[in-house]
T-cell receptor
Framework: ETGVTQTPRHLVMGMTNKKSLKCEQHLGHNAMYWYKQSAKKPLELMFVYSLEERVENNSVPSRFSPECPNSSHLFLHLHTLQPEDSALYLC????????????FGPGTRLTVL | KQEVTQIPAALSVPEGENLVLNCSFTDSAIYNLQWFRQDPGKGLTSLLLIQSSQREQTSGRLNASLDKSSGRSTLYIAASQPGDSATYLCAVRGSGGGADGLTFGKGTHLIIQP
């Protein structure tokens, strides 16, 4: 256990559905991240939050909408996704951005039908 | 744009061997480099973090080196065990603006044969 939890672990949704992924860190960290891991591609950074403020948006389509209500919780709201969005979505946290070790959650396996 | 390459993509060796995994990156302006392992269907476990000012880090049977000027890092695994079987990922954190996340390689899929 890394101290970062993600729910749900698996999600199947249609292209017209709206769903949310949740991440919670129990480490007292100030920075949180969303990454996408697709088959045969490197992990891709999606969003970075530092002290609840979004500091990086890595050219992610607007059908992905992040929310960070406090330093312990991070959400990824999904709507009108495409089948190519099927992937493992990983959340991570670190004490501060930029210099610290990142700790990853187990991920949410998303399938878009 | 930073690119990270890992060689080999896959490796299968008998138990007990020492082995080296390679990572290269195109932009030497980095804050740090991190090695992770990922077990099938699971998240990432951090193994070693090397700051840009450091040359190497050691943890148990693992040793990671960093040559920032040449854009290379190696992960050395001594006396490999079947439990070391996993995908090993190299990631760098850039020092430029707007580069607070990690850039990953595709990984080396390692199998240690009993």
């Amino acid at each position: 256990e890394t101290g970062v939890t993600q729910t749900p672990r698996h999600l199947v949704m249609g292209m017209t559905n709206k769903k949310s992924l949740k991440c919670e860190q129990h480490l007292g960290h100030n920075a949180m991240y969303w990454y996408k891991q697709s088959a045969k591609k490197p992990l891709e950074l999606m969003f970075v939050y530092s002290l609840e403020e979004r500091v990086e948006n890595n050219s992610v389509p607007s059908r992905f909408s992040p929310e960070c209500p406090n330093s312990s919780h991070l959400f990824l709201h999904l709507h009108t996704l495409q089948p190519e969005d099927s992937a493992l979505y990983l959340c991570a946290s670190s004490q501060v951005v930029r210099t610290d070790t990142q700790y990853f959650g187990p991920g949410t396996r998303l399938t878009v039908l | 744009k930073q690119e990270v390459t890992q060689i080999p993509a896959a490796l299968s060796v008998p138990e007990g061997e020492n082995l080296v995994l390679n990572c290269s990156f195109t932009d030497s302006a980095i804050y740090n480099l991190q090695w992770f392992r990922q077990d099938p269907g699971k998240g990432l476990t951090s193994l070693l973090l090397i700051q840009s000012s450091q040359r190497e880090q050691t943890s148990g049977r693992l040793n990671a080196s960093l040559d920032k000027s040449s854009g290379r890092s190696t992960l050395y695994i001594a006396a490999s065990q079947p439990g070391d079987s996993a995908t090993y990922l190299c990631a760098v954190r850039g020092s430029g603006g707007g580069a607070d996340g990690l850039t990953f390689g595709k990984g080396t899929h390692l199998i240690i044969q009993p």
